[in-house]
């Protein structure tokens, strides 16, 4: 799927089973797309290469939580509510035009 950021069209995964949501962005360098974690609240960087953007959403993709260039070995939680928010993890600097009410669009 795709996310419009900044007028900068971006392709983001959809981490839909085990083995995307267990290692989702880890080991990556030069980190060019998104990965969205549906129903999740928390998110870690243990393993990761270089820093990342995580973006917390509520139901209605509305941005709860923004945390820039979240350094490796952190854990980020967004909320308290599992199944009533998801995380988006974006390539370092992107969320930068991103404020917290912003609802973002995915389109296939």
């Given at each position: 799927?795709?996310?419009?950021i ?5 392709t ?97």
């Open positions: 799927m795709n996310l419009k900044n007028n900068k069209k971006m983001v995964k959809k981490a839909t089973n085990f083995k995307t949501r267990l290692f989702g962005l880890m080991g990556q360098k030069g980190i060019k797309e998104g990965i969205l974690f549906p129903k999740c609240n928390a998110i870690h960087t243990f393993f990761m290469k270089e820093e990342i953007d995580v973006i917390g959403l509520n139901e209605e993709n509305q941005v709860i939580y923004i945390y820039r260039n979240v350094p490796k070995n952190k854990i980020v939680k967004v909320s308290n509510e599992n199944k009533k928010t998801s995380i988006l993890e974006l390539p370092k600097d992107t969320s930068k035009g991103l404020v917290i009410g912003s609802v973002l669009t995915f389109t296939e």
